[in-house]
């Protein structure tokens, strides 16, 4: 188990854009679950949407990909390097992600190669899959 300052060792996101609270469970270099506490507090509900708060989708998948980041950048060789985003595919939004849920991010890596890989990411609150895609990161 990681929590937020041995994330932020791993990975260079900071506040307000570390959507990563903790990992639960990691897998180096094959996979990674993790929590993030969605709170009323996140500055994205100010405007997103300010009579019905829902977490947008683009920032689910962001916190797809900042665990995925973290299972592949705590392996010895692409310690100290940073994954990008290269492509989401197959992105698929079922439910509403409010302030007071939780998110459990599943990420599973399918391919991993030099510098560049494909993940699977899944987000559930509670046992209901909240959204789900394909995600291809380099790493530079």
Do not use: C, W
Request: aromatic residues 8%; charged residues 25%.
């Amino acid at each position: 188990m990681m929590d937020i300052n041995e994330i932020m060792k791993v990975i260079p996101h900071r506040y307000p854009f570390l959507l990563v609270d903790r990992i639960d469970e990691i897998v180096e270099g094959e996979k990674v679950v993790a929590t993030k506490n969605v709170t009323m507090n996140e500055p994205f509900f100010q405007g997103h949407f300010p009579q019905l708060p829902v977490m947008p989708g683009v920032l689910i998948i962001e916190a797809m990909a900042q665990a995925g980041a973290v299972a592949v950048l705590s392996k010895e060789e692409f310690k100290g390097k940073i994954a990008f985003l290269a492509a989401v595919d197959k992105a698929k939004f079922r439910k509403n992600v409010v302030p007071g849920d939780t998110l459990r991010l599943e990420v599973e890596l399918l391919k991993l190669k030099k510098n560049a890989g494909v993940a699977k990411g899944i987000a559930y609150v509670g046992d209901k899959k909240a959204a789900e895609a394909e995600i291809t990161f380099m790493i530079g």
